[in-house]
């Protein structure tokens, strides 16, 4: 749809879209100087760390300028933390009550 300034929805839509993108690199650029070890809650049986290198964000990470070059876990160690978030968390929340915890402890951006 076609708006009175020449543009269009779709223009607008991938501009806010890019926007969103690079704010999450930037994002995770800052949140990853200075560490060496990340926990992440991988796929239950499935490839563990290795997981990581198949993330887009962590793809665009690895990119030359961005953030450390290379395979992310090349530079990064990271630990499967699957097996404790289950048993000392999931286990023992329901969904409404994981989400009532996740919305609290976590800041909206």
Not at 35 to 61: D, F, H, I, R
Request: hydrophobic letters at 35%; a negative charge; one cysteine or more.
């Amino acid at each position: 749809r076609e708006r009175s300034d020449g543009s269009d929805d779709s223009d607008e839509e991938e501009e806010e879209e890019d926007v969103l993108q690079d704010f999450k690199l930037t994002a995770l650029v800052s949140m990853l100087t200075g560490v060496s070890t990340v926990g992440v809650a991988c796929t239950p049986n499935g490839p563990g760390a290795m997981e990581t290198e198949k993330w887009p964000l962590l793809q665009a990470y690895g990119i030359e300028g961005v953030g450390r070059s290379g395979f992310f876990t090349m530079s990064t160690q990271v630990v499967n933390t699957w097996s404790v978030v289950h048993a000392h968390c999931f286990a023992q929340l329901d969904g409404a009550q994981l989400r009532r915890e996740l919305t609290a402890s976590i800041p909206p951006f």
